[in-house]
């Protein structure tokens, strides 16, 4: 069970709350789940996080309509990433250590960029939250998330 006082530190619970960060990253959502862009300092472009919009510590707590939707929208939200960064895989991570919400990381791989590679993928996020390793750019996010917001109609909806 989650108590209130739980949800009420949540940080991804906050977010869905902030108008700011949502205009700045949200890509998609429907009645259960919301898509969005890694925040500031973003370690790639197209790297997102696929929210649960109830405060979920995962899927072991889904309901049924939540584990019944669960395998279309991680699908299709892949594809959408996959699709507009041209990378040739997408990693999919969930600790639900950090905040106790589940929020699936979707993590482009590109052949070209080693620092993508399996585990190499933890340091470059290490390296980009402690600013040892320089972010995506603010340009090369806005524009990833014009192209994902008009994909993502016909993709996720
Ligand atoms: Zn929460």
New binding site residues.
Partial sequence: M?SPS??AS?????L?CDRDELKAHEVWRSDLWLLRHHPSPAPLPGWCLLD?L???GGPISFLPEEAQDWGVVVQRASQLVLAVTGCERVYVIAFGEG???LHLHLIPRSADDPRTSAWKIADLYRDVEAGKATSASSVCVKDWLLRARALAPSLLS
Avoid: F, G, M, N
């Avoid at 949540?10 to 906050?14: D, T, W, Y």
């Fill in positions: 989650v739980e949800e949540c940080p991804i619970c906050a869905h649960s109830r405060h979920i905040a106790r919400h």
